[in-house]
Nanobody, 115 residues
């Protein structure tokens, strides 16, 4: 059974940086898309960044220029480097892997940005 395990969340001051990681355990093949989502209190979950198997990346407008998504295919791991963090980046961050017709989500990691 495939599980996604996130790490790297925490409390940081505005302007600071965090690096999130999400690693898949279990047998998973041909991961097409690795992505990060976030959900702020009282708001819907939103897409933050995605990277497809060919390396193409997409970012939400709100994080362009500040966040960088990368992947290590050999380790089935995706990273999210978050710089110049703002209070509005606060939320629970989830990773998502799409492999063929299968869809996997992590349990979420809390990111809190203080003023």
């Amino acid at each position: 059974q495939v599980q996604l395990v996130e790490s790297g969340g925490g409390l940081v001051q505005a302007g600071g940086s965090l690096r999130l990681s999400c690693a898949a355990s279990g047998s998973i093949f041909s991961i097409n898309v690795m992505a990060w989502y976030r959900q702020a209190p009282g708001k819907q979950r939103e897409a933050v960044a995605a990277i497809i198997s060919g390396g193409t990346t997409n970012y939400a407008d709100s994080v362009k220029g500040r966040f960088t998504i990368s992947r290590d295919n050999a380790k089935n791991t995706v990273y999210l480097q978050m710089n110049s963090l703002k209070s509005e980046d606060t939320g629970v961050y989830y990773c998502r892997f799409v492999a063929g017709t299968s869809n996997y989500w992590g349990q979420g990691t809390q990111v809190t940005v203080s003023l």
